[in-house]
């Protein structure tokens, strides 16, 4: 992934074809972006049943689209819409169970971002935001059913900070290469209700989401 975020750059750059639209206020610049988001999940322990269990979460891809206003030159509002789906697996003492769960995450983060050069044929760009993170369609598995009985899992909503930075490059005077990364703060509590047991694990995932797409701006 490294690799490619420093290739794309140089080929876009050795591709561009005439001269750089001219940023003005009042612009707005839409982007559609295939993205990886890499959970660095830091999970707690299942009380009370599991003391020595807790769980992990996968990588997801997906398609993504955003839309950025320019209020000036120089400083926008960026807005993202995505949805993944991941998959819970057992650790520790419940590493012999599998997969416990999965669930769909919707993740609209809205930054403001400052671009340093609005006019040039290569833009780069930082922002900061926040993030309001809703878990839906979250399911245990057969496996977690089978291993301790039918159990419903729920995931709470998640609110927290984004950064941000990236860089458009210009391929033609109204198309662009853009790669981006963003770290967003999602912190959640899991619920596993069996009959009448409930147990509870804490779960930050803070992921890294890395982006790499076109866009156009008008």
């Known amino acids: 992934m490294r690799r490619l975020f420093v290739a794309v750059p140089v080929l876009a750059a050795a591709a561009l074809v005439g001269a750089p639209a001219a940023a003005e206020t009042g612009q707005w610049i839409v982007r559609a972006r295939a993205i990886l988001v890499a959970p660095n999940e830091k999970t707690g322990p299942v009380q009370p049943t599991f003391p020595t269990g807790h769980s992990s979460v996968d990588n997801a891809v997906t398609p993504e689209l955003d839309f950025t ?8 509002a960026e807005l993202i819409l995505a949805t993944t789906k991941h998959h819970v697996t057992g650790e520790g003492a419940l590493a012999g169970v599998g997969r416990l769960a999965g669930t769909w995450v919707l993740p609209p983060t809205l930054t ?38 039918k159990t419903k899992v729920g995931l709470s909503d998640s609110v927290g900070w984004a950064g941000q930075m990236g860089v458009d490059i210009d391929v033609t005077k109204k198309m662009f290469v853009n790669l981006d990364a963003k770290y967003i703060r ?18 930050h995932l803070d992921p890294l989401v890395l982006g790499i797409g076109i866009g156009t701006r008008f």
């Open 69 to 76: 206003y320019m209020a000036t030159k120089y400083f926008g």
């Open 112 to 149: 403001a971002q400052y671009h340093f050069l609005p006019d040039g044929t290569v833009r780069p760009y930082v922002g900061a935001g926040i993030n309001y993170t809703i878990f839906y369609k979250t399911k245990s598995t057969s496996a977690l059913d089978s291993a301790i009985g």
């Open 186 to 203: 999602i912190r959640t509590h899991a619920t596993l209700t069996t009959g009448a047991l409930v147990n509870r694990e804490r779960v």
